[in-house]
């Protein structure tokens, strides 16, 4: 299985940008699919979660400002990304928890700076 990532780069604050990735390989159930991020110094931390089950979890930095949302049928998941703020600048990674299992994408890069 792997994740491909992409939708990163540089953006002025308060702007928008809109993240993607696409799931390939032998996938045959997800169960969970997610974005995570990490800043330069930072742990990586959870952003966004969205269940099977149709349950969405935010961080409390993100929330009212970004949106997950995914496609099952195409195995995609989504991070649509508002007032982007400084503090948002970070690697962004996709997730998959499928079959027991949890995947990760490579990260794309998001900067956010006048």
């Known amino acids: 299985v792997q994740l491909q990532a992409f939708g990163g780069g540089l953006v002025q604050p308060g702007g928008s940008l809109r993240l993607s990735c696409a799931a390939s390989g032998k996938i045959f159930s997800i169960n969970t699919m997610g974005w995570y991020r990490q800043a330069p110094g930072k742990q990586r931390e959870l952003v966004a979660l969205s269940t099977s089950g149709g349950s969405i979890n935010y961080a409390d930095s993100v929330k009212g400002r970004f949106t997950i949302s995914r496609d099952n049928a195409r195995n995609m998941v989504f991070l649509q990304m508002n007032s982007l703020k400084p503090e948002d600048t970070a690697v962004y990674y996709c997730?998959?928890?499928?079959?027991?299992?949890?995947?990760w994408g490579q990260g794309t890069l998001v900067t956010v700076s006048s």
């Open positions: 997730n998959i928890h499928s079959s027991g299992y949890f995947y």
